[in-house]
T-cell receptor, first 112, second 111 residues
Framework: KAGVTQTPRYLIKTRGQQVTLSCSPISGHRSVSWYQQTPGQGLQFLFEYFSETQRNKGNFPGRFSGRQFSNSRSEMNVSTLELGDSALYLC???????????FGPGTRLTVL | GENVEQHPSTLSVQEGDSAVIKCTYSDSASNYFPWYKQELGKRPQLIIDIRSNVGEKKDQRIAVTLNKTAKHFSLHITETQPEDSAVYFCAASGSDYKLSFGAGTTVTVRA
């Protein structure tokens, strides 16, 4: 079974720009969660989608948004990028939140 | 919402010794508690998990204990080896469709 994939793997943007990251979950997994990881901050929850519905959202500004498609693939968008948005963005898929979450390799976003 | 606290933030142990990481959670409705290991430059991977109807679970050198009354759970690694060096994250999942992670523990195993 193919694992969770994320594209692109690396991204360099400048302040004020917007970015879209993509996540393809493991086949059959309907839950996709997104996390922001920065040094010393652990994994900060962004949002979780299940069957195209956002079920929860973390404490991030409205510049961070996401969606999930009918094939369970998910995208997250960050508008008006700030320097502090530089981080590793990880997505994870699972059958449900009470089952193992499988992480993708992440997208390393650098904002200059 | 759920708040997970993890201690210590760093842990250095001699090879062969045991390592213990402790986490507390705030939401009494949480019922799933996984532990993830993240090696440098790699993605987090599940190493063990426990559900609220179980008090202890063991898998070879790794064990997890859960105290629902006190709302804390712990990871125990015995006979540590150099390949155990990594960042370990605890997490808790409840009824709010969110897996909340602790801040992580950097474990270094000294040869």
């Amino acid at each position: 079974k193919a694992g969770v994939t994320q594209t692109p793997r690396y991204l360099i943007k400048t302040r004020g720009q917007q970015v879209t990251l993509s996540c393809s979950p493991i086949s059959g997994h309907r839950s996709v969660s997104w996390y922001q990881q920065t040094p010393g901050q652990g994994l900060q929850f962004l949002f979780e989608y299940f069957s195209e519905t956002q079920r929860n959202k973390g404490n991030f500004p409205g510049r961070f948004s996401g969606r999930q498609f009918s094939n369970s693939r998910s995208e997250m968008n960050v508008s008006t990028l700030e320097l502090g948005d530089s981080a590793l963005y990880l997505c994870a898929s699972s059958l449900s939140l009470e089952n193992e979450q499988f992480f993708g390799p992440g997208t390393r976003l650098t904002v200059l | 919402g759920e708040n997970v606290e993890q201690h210590p933030s760093t842990l250095s142990v001699q090879e062969g010794d045991s390592a213990v990481i402790k986490c507390t959670y705030s939401d009494s409705a949480s019922n799933y508690f996984p532990w993830y290991k993240q090696e440098l430059g790699k993605r987090p991977q599940l190493i063990i998990d426990i559900r609220s109807n179980v008090g202890e679970k063991k898998d070879q050198r790794i064990a997890v204990t859960l105290n629902k009354t006190a709302k804390h759970f712990s990871l125990h690694i015995t006979e540590t080896q150099p390949e155990d060096s990594a960042v370990y994250f605890c997490a808790a999942s409840g009824s709010d469709y969110k897996l909340s992670f602790g801040a992580g523990t950097t474990v270094t195993v000294r040869a």
